[in-house]
């Protein structure tokens, strides 16, 4: 078999010319393609990649944001807690303090009602029973009774000494007006007469003395001048013992004392 270079030459050359062809027209663009695309597609992955990254990233943010609200949200209701705690006691301290001082206040206020009521029934029980005193004595006031207050208040004049005779006797002179003899009853002239003599005798002096009734007196004569004033009477025993308990109702600590009531020379205020 006889063999056709030429042919065999041009088939060599026209599968050269091909593969040019295909490599410069079809092979080259489609691994220029391909090389793009691998590029395209590493580009992708690359920013595929990196948005995953900030995806992480942001989800870490997230997670820590999380963490930190949760963190904080812990502690603030830790604290609002406590606050309430610390303000509902001090509320339930307020209420009690309160309730305390007005527990106090109540007791207080009820020790002096009780008080206030014990004095007031004792004195209303003092009044009664020196009201029913005075009463008793009034009644039981005789001539003979007044005739020897008559004697015992002279006998009082002229026993008078120290510095109550000096000051009834500076009131005798410095007066403008006769004195005033008080009596539960009337004087009959022998008793005046006695008691116009004792005081002339007992202060050296012609004393004017101008004589009144008076039935408020219990028992009892009175003399006052210029401000001054000399009395004895029943009515003294009443007033002192008024005034003693007086004393025990204010002071019920200090011990009682009782004593005779005796002429006073009241000066004036």
Known sequence: MNID??????????FLILV?????FLYKPILNAIDEREKRIALELADADAKKAEAQKERNEFRQK?????QQRTALLSRVTDEVKAERQRLFD????????????????????????N???SRRTQQE?????????????TTSLEERLGEVFTR????????????LAEAFKTASDPALLRSAFDLPAEQRAAIQNALNETFSAEIQVRFETAPDLISGIELTTNGHKIAWSIADYLLSLEKGVDELLKEKDEPETTTEPKPEVAKPT
């Open 5 to 14: 270079w030429f042919t065999v030459g041009a088939q060599i050359v026209n």
């Open 20 to 24: 040019w062809l295909m490599k410069h």
């Open 66 to 70: 999380n963490e930190e609200f949760a």
């Open 94 to 117: 307020d209420a009690r303090l309160a309730a305390d001082s007005w527990s106090a206040k109540r007791q207080e206020t009820l020790r002096n009602d009780a008080h206030n009521l």
């Open 119 to 121: 004095q007031t029934i």
């Open 129 to 141: 029973v020196f009201a029913i005193a005075r009463k008793v004595l009034t009644d039981l006031s």
């Open 156 to 167: 009082r004049l002229r026993e008078m000494d120290g510095k109550a005779k000096e000051d």
